[in-house]
């Protein structure tokens, strides 16, 4: 999947590959690795629209973070930035500032692609494999914290796979938690590992704390972001249920430990054609065990429209097997 973001992303068929940092010792000090990376992270300018409940529009100039992943000038940063987005602009580590569109943004990630506009070629970095990093590892994270430029801070891993609910903005429930100081503005922006690469997109923070910030995952980065490059959205395949870890009741009723129990069928899809029912457990999708509802939405995740899966659901005692074909999953609002 990393070699297919690099194809997808290169704008240039002659790369001269991502930044390298050089040998350092990070026990002494991380400026060689800031000077090697720092010139791919970007300030993200955005002149955005609001209408309150009055009717009345509003203008506001905001900045957050970004980063560049392709010598052409692609940049990816927060879907979240660019909110009612009217005018967009990038600032460069060089002070330079130069206009950019939006190549494709998703809400439920939210993640987004840009696309600078301006000759290259740009200093690009690597992404990195988020499923390799350890809670503990130390990690910097660059960004545009408060507009104040680009700026760095160094923490740790705290813990990773972290579930939030923080807004409607945050639906993933595969942060990596970090003590690296994340304030606004730094959303967008890269975390680094100590080589280089980058294993998560800074995102979100509680209010309050400062030593709590939380990074949406590089796998998932290179995993969504060929198709915002190249179609300007994620297809995702969908049943059309809504289910949620089973009570208590519902296991000794069940006579299960684990599973999704149906909620809600939406008419008119998949789930609906298949029969299944609301109080159905979904224990298995094709081998794999679910024992909940954010279960099953990650083992749909990867699933594209018309792909074939095999549900295993019991229903009154009984196991039985339902087959069918997923749709696109209709764009939230």
């Not at 203008?59 to 392709?70: A, D, Q, R, Y």
């Not at 972001?225 to 049943?239: C, K, Q, V």
């Amino acid at each position: 999947m990393l070699a297919l973001l690099t194809a997808v992303l290169a704008a240039s068929p002659a790369l001269a590959g991502p930044i390298e940092v050089p040998d350092y010792d990070p026990a002494r000090s991380f400026a060689p690795l800031i000077d090697a990376v720092a010139p791919a992270v970007v300030a993200v300018k955005a002149v955005t629209i609001t209408t309150g409940d009055d009717g009345i529009e509003t203008t506001k100039n905001s900045e957050g973070s970004g980063f560049l992943v392709s010598e052409g000038g692609r940049v990816l940063t927060n879907a979240h930035v660019l909110q009612n987005v009217e005018k967009l602009s990038v600032r460069l580590w060089d002070g330079r500032e130069l206009p950019a569109t939006v190549l494709g943004a998703d809400r439920d990630v939210d993640i987004a692609v840009l696309q600078i506009q301006g000759k290259g070629p740009w200093p690009w970095l690597a992404l990195g494999d988020s499923e390799g990093a350890r809670t503990g590892d130390r990690v910097l994270a660059l960004g545009n914290p408060l507009g104040l430029g680009i700026s760095a801070t160094a923490g740790i891993v705290s813990a990773k796979g972290r579930v939030l609910n923080l807004d409607k903005w945050y639906r993933s429930d595969d942060f990596i938690q970090t003590d690296a100081a994340i304030n606004q503005g730094n959303s967008g922006g890269p975390l680094f590992d100590l080589d280089g690469h980058v294993v998560g997109m800074n995102t979100a923070v509680i209010y309050g704390v400062n030593t709590i910030g939380f990074a949406i995952p590089s796998n998932l980065l290179a995993q969504v972001t060929p198709d915002l490059a190249e179609n300007g959205r994620i297809a995702r395949g969908f049943l059309g249920i809504h289910a949620t870890r089973m009570s208590a009741d519902e296991k000794e009723a069940l006579g299960l430990e684990t599973g999704a129990v149906i909620r809600r069928i939406l008419p008119d899809t998949p789930a609906a054609a298949a029969g299944l029912r609301v109080g159905d457990a979904v224990v298995k999708l094709d081998d794999q065990p679910i024992t909940g509802g954010r279960d099953l939405i990650a083992a749909l995740g990867n699933r594209r429209p018309g792909e074939k899966v095999k549900l295993e659901v019991v229903r009154d005692g009984k196991r039985r097997k339902v087959e069918l074909a997923l749709v696109e999953k209709p764009v939230s609002d």
